[in-house]
């Protein structure tokens, strides 16, 4: 009998059904035709999900005449994210199969960034902080309005907490912390499924790709002062903040709701088909593990022996991690440090993403986020996490399914669908 799992206020997840029952998104079936059609399978609520929906949105009743525009909302912001729920949906149940397949169900967890004392959940606790902080300065300094607490409530009201932005934000935020606690948690059954295997051969490659040499010995004479090791480490670790801050953004963003939908499903392709995928095909666990990993003569010990020598003058605090996860590895543990993977490489493949909706968005914010994607590159090399070809695979990647995912958009007719879709929301 497949498994059940049970947890997360009521969620249910069904891995031979391929979709959700919970108290908000039970019933959620996929349409991916747009407009929607009376007759067709399309996004619903239960009346639990109707019922938190009203508590949310500060109604009594959204079957009421005078509710029927916020009816309307709700209705297509589920319509307009099914791709994306069934695209979540399908991997977490593709998960549960594995993980039962392999006699390892109890490494899958779902809940890991669900709980109110999650790093998640600290993070958006610190991001609503600073955006109100940001919020109420621009006020004060900038607009100087003559009434400031009852401007910034109004202004949190018609613009920042809208309905229209709360009901496109909500399948992101539900989905998102289970998505993520489930690929981190499949990442400890790779090993599993394919042991490690890839390494000498990653590492006969790169040196092949850069004339004979390690790609860390050719940034050695730039990069290897303690001062910019540290720096280089600085933005590496910013990296997951990054992430979360764009994920935030997207979330809430209605300026181009097309480019927002390639962005979020370019983001859960890249987990699964890079992250999960590629990374369970090209089992390999990356230059700092080489030596422990292999048996073999370590030609990045050299390397990790300056990082130790560095850590001593100025804190590389990616040394501390890499042996958290290698522990983790050992002993087989559970929790948010576990599952080590080096090919391809998520933060080059998600900084290059981010790079990519960068551009699309403003010619400034491509320039910064290509800068930080190139450090990221760099850093994966020169703190030892990746061989320089898990940066490649990355972006090549990455780019296919930014594409892939835009012309899937263009066939389906996206940008139609978020027109109808915007045409219900509340002014």
């Known amino acids: 009998m497949l498994p059940t799992w049970q947890g997360l206020g009521g969620w249910n997840t069904h891995p031979t059904s391929g979709w959700f029952e919970s108290p908000v998104l039970a019933g959620w079936t996929p349409s991916f035709s747009w407009p929607p059609c009376e007759k067709a399978q399309t996004a619903s609520l239960t009346d639990e999900g109707m019922a938190r929906a009203e508590k949310l949105l500060n109604v009594s009743n959204l079957y009421d005449p005078s509710n029927i525009e916020i009816l309307h909302a709700v209705n297509q912001a589920l319509r307009a994210h099914t791709l994306f729920i069934a695209l ?43 955006f109100m902080i940001g919020r109420f300065s621009y006020a004060m300094i900038i607009i100087r309005p003559q009434h400031l607490t009852q401007h910034i409530l109004d202004d949190l009201k018609t613009n920042c907490l809208s309905a229209e932005r709360l009901l496109n934000a909500l399948p992101i935020l539900l989905l998102m912390p289970i998505f993520i606690s489930a690929f981190t948690s499949y990442k400890t059954i790779i090993p599993l499924i394919k042991p490690y295997s890839w390494d000498p051969l990653f590492s006969r490659w790169d040196a092949a790709l850069h004339g004979g040499v390690q790609p860390w010995q050719l940034l050695q004479p730039i ?55 590629g990374a369970t095909l090209f089992s390999s666990v990356g230059p700092c593990y080489y030596g422990r990993a292999t048996g073999l003569a370590d030609p990045f010990q050299p390397l990790m022996d300056y990082l130790w020598a560095a850590n001593e003058a100025f804190p590389v605090w990616s040394l501390q991690i890499q042996e958290l996860l290698w522990e983790a590895y050992k002993v087989g543990g559970n929790g948010i440090i576990k599952g080590i993977s080096a090919m391809p490489s998520m933060h080059v493949s998600l900084a290059f993403l981010f790079a990519l909706l960068g551009w699309r968005t403003g010619r400034i914010l491509g320039i910064v986020l290509t800068g930080f994607a190139l450090v990221i590159m760099i850093g994966s090399v020169h703190l030892g996490w990746h ?41």
């Open 88 to 130: 979540v949906a399908s991997y977490v149940a593709a998960c549960l199969i594995i993980a039962w397949l392999y006699d390892a169900s109890d490494k899958i967890s779902l809940s890991l960034l669900c709980n109110r004392n999650s790093k998640l959940w600290l993070i958006s606790e610190f991001y609503l902080l600073l």
């Open 223 to 277: 990069l290897g002062h303690p001062r910019v090791t540290s720096a280089i480490n600085f933005f590496y670790n910013l990296w997951f903040f990054l992430m979360y801050a764009v994920l935030f953004w997207q979330a809430f963003s209605l300026r181009d709701l097309r480019l927002r939908m390639q962005f979020f499903l370019t983001f859960i392709s890249t987990w699964v088909l890079l992250g999960n995928v």
């Open 387 to 427: 061989y320089a070809i898990d940066g490649y695979a990355a972006i090549a990647g990455t780019w296919f399914l930014w594409w892939a995912v835009g012309q899937l958009l263009a066939r389906i007719d996206y940008d139609n669908a978020a027109k109808y879709q915007s045409e219900y929301y509340l002014n």
